[in-house]
């Protein structure tokens, strides 16, 4: 009551206070006198820590592991992964041997591949860049200019090589992102894929200021960055492919080029292979790292990683391997095509099996066609069919469950109730004037009912298929 009668009783007093607290606010570098800035970044509501029916004993690889009857049952031998891998790759063509690519390749295939997505980017649909403003056609016609198409010749001869640095795999030749709606800034829709070092690749074409590559991987083609790739012959990558190997188990490995582990080489993340050197058993492991020299040729290197960071050859293909390695990036963050060294749903559960030797494809759409198919749901399933189904048909840490968009791995069921680890962006909660969307961006372990009492539906009401991988 009594600042109500402040300004009336003494006026001039009372300007010259509010001066003086707002110059102190001002030296005190709060930014209270500063032009505001174009608010251009979407506000999503956090999520709880606790997920909704998820107690804390259900966020460790044990509990799950010991309702299983047989934890160490072997799924797949070694010769029966191979057999797996080869029908990923030559019957479904959804992998690719980079060392077992033709000689060269017709140009306009190559051509056809590099417009699609930049006609898919400049004429479907509006997009903006991370200053909230849309994507001008200068935007596109500049990046036309640089990607060198009259360079495409009718037959193009490859080039192979090997990825020397964690780099990003780019739809366009460019750093710059784009995003479907202004300030939507987790999803830059260029971000095609991040690839390890050591990754194979093919490069097909090179832009015209020679600073990106369009180049073929195991599972995936777009644009990268040319000093992140190291020029080497085609018998390289099959004497890669031949020789005794490490395979990275923890989230990622630190690398290192002396043997002190002091002098710090770039990172691996899980399922990244490297050559070995010598026993596996040392501590540090030695193994061979690739680098690229100033001729843009490639030079293979000592390395070293702490000895518990990888495993000779793969790991068996068991539930509980799956299941501990999948509890390896518990709350692991999320990254939208791999942005930021991190990794989104589908690259989390490729991660995981490659700890076991198998090489499933990259996105969530092409990982739905693999293995063999338990469960097709209709959409008019009610929800305690669907439970049945996935309950009495799921095999946990073989199983991957699938929905538009993203795929899961299925732990198993309590109190009657499926649960999946997943690398999950968001989920939708009901609001009071309309659904919620609640940002969880890591890995986490939840049921299939986020979601339920939104117009989307729950992931229960979702889901599409249930895949074994065997």
């Known amino acids: 009551?009594?600042?109500?009668?402040?300004?009336?009783?003494?006026?001039?007093?009372?300007?010259?206070?509010?001066?003086?607290?707002?110059?102190?606010?001002?030296?005190?570098?709060?930014?209270?006198?500063?032009?505001?800035?174009?608010?251009?970044?979407?506000?999503?509501?956090?999520?709880?820590?606790?997920?909704?029916?998820v107690r804390p004993e259900m966020r460790t690889p044990g509990f799950w592991i010991g309702r299983l009857a047989e934890p160490d049952r072997i799924i797949l031998d070694s010769q029966e992964i191979r057999a797996l891998n080869q029908d990923i790759q030559e019957r479904l063509y959804l992998t690719k041997d980079i060392a077992g690519l033709p000689e060269a390749f017709e140009g306009q295939e190559i051509l056809s591949d590099i417009k699609h997505w930049l006609f898919r980017f400049r004429d479907s649909r509006r997009y903006y860049r991370d200053d909230g403003h849309p994507a001008r056609p200068g935007f596109y016609t500049d990046l036309e200019q640089k990607m060198n198409l009259p360079a495409i010749q009718p037959r193009m001869t490859l080039k192979w090589g090997l990825v020397t640095?964690?780099?990003?795999?780019?739809?366009?030749?460019?750093?710059?992102?784009?995003?479907?709606?202004?300030?939507?800034?987790?999803?830059?829709?260029?971000?095609?894929?991040?690839?390890?070092?050591?990754?194979?690749?093919?490069?097909?074409?090179?832009?015209?200021?020679?600073?990106?590559?369009?180049?073929?991987?195991?599972?995936?083609?777009?644009w990268v960055k040319a000093d992140h790739v190291a020029l080497c012959l085609r018998e390289t990558l099959e004497d890669i492919k031949k020789a005794a190997f490490v395979t990275v188990i923890r989230d990622n490995a630190s690398l290192y080029h002396d043997r002190t582990l002091t002098q710090y080489a770039g990172f691996a993340r899980m399922g990244t292979r490297f050559m070995l050197i010598g026993a596996s058993k040392s501590d540090p492991v030695a193994v061979m790292l690739p680098y690229r020299q100033k001729t843009g040729q490639l030079e293979m290197l000592n390395g070293y990683i702490e000895a518990g960071k990888v495993v000779q050859g793969s790991l068996a293909y068991t539930p509980r391997n799956i299941i501990e390695q999948a509890f390896e990036m518990l709350n692991a963050p999320y990254g939208w095509g791999g942005s930021h060294g991190d990794q989104d749903c589908s690259q989390f559960i490729q991660s995981i099996f490659s700890t076991v030797g198998i090489q499933l494809p990259r996105n969530s759409a092409a990982q739905a066609r693999v293995g063999r198919d338990l469960v097709t749901f209709k959409a008019i399933d009610p929800d305690p069919e669907r439970l049945a189904m996935i309950i009495s048909s799921g095999l946990p840490g073989t199983t991957i469950l699938n929905m538009k968009g993203h795929v899961m791995l299925y732990l198993g069921d309590a109190m009657g109730h499926p649960y999946v680890i997943h690398e999950l962006w968001a989920y939708l909660e009901p609001g009071i004037r309309e659904d919620r969307i609640r940002a969880t961006n890591r890995v986490v372990v939840t049921d299939l009912g986020l979601g339920k009492g939104t117009d989307s539906g729950s992931l229960l009401q979702r889901v599409k298929t249930m895949r074994g991988v065997f």
């Open 1 to 53: 009551m009594i600042l109500k009668f402040i300004p009336k009783i003494f006026p001039h007093t009372f300007i010259v206070i509010v001066f003086i607290a707002f110059t102190s606010l001002c030296l005190l570098g709060l930014n209270s006198c500063a032009p505001l800035k174009p608010m251009t970044e979407k506000i999503y509501w956090i999520a709880p820590t606790a997920l909704p029916s």
């Open 165 to 222: 640095t964690h780099t990003d795999q780019r739809l366009l030749p460019t750093r710059t992102p784009l995003y479907r709606e202004a300030g939507d800034i987790y999803f830059d829709r260029l971000q095609n894929n991040g690839l390890d070092i050591g990754t194979p690749v093919a490069v097909l074409h090179q832009s015209a200021d020679d600073q990106w590559f369009w180049v073929m991987g195991p599972t995936s083609d777009g």
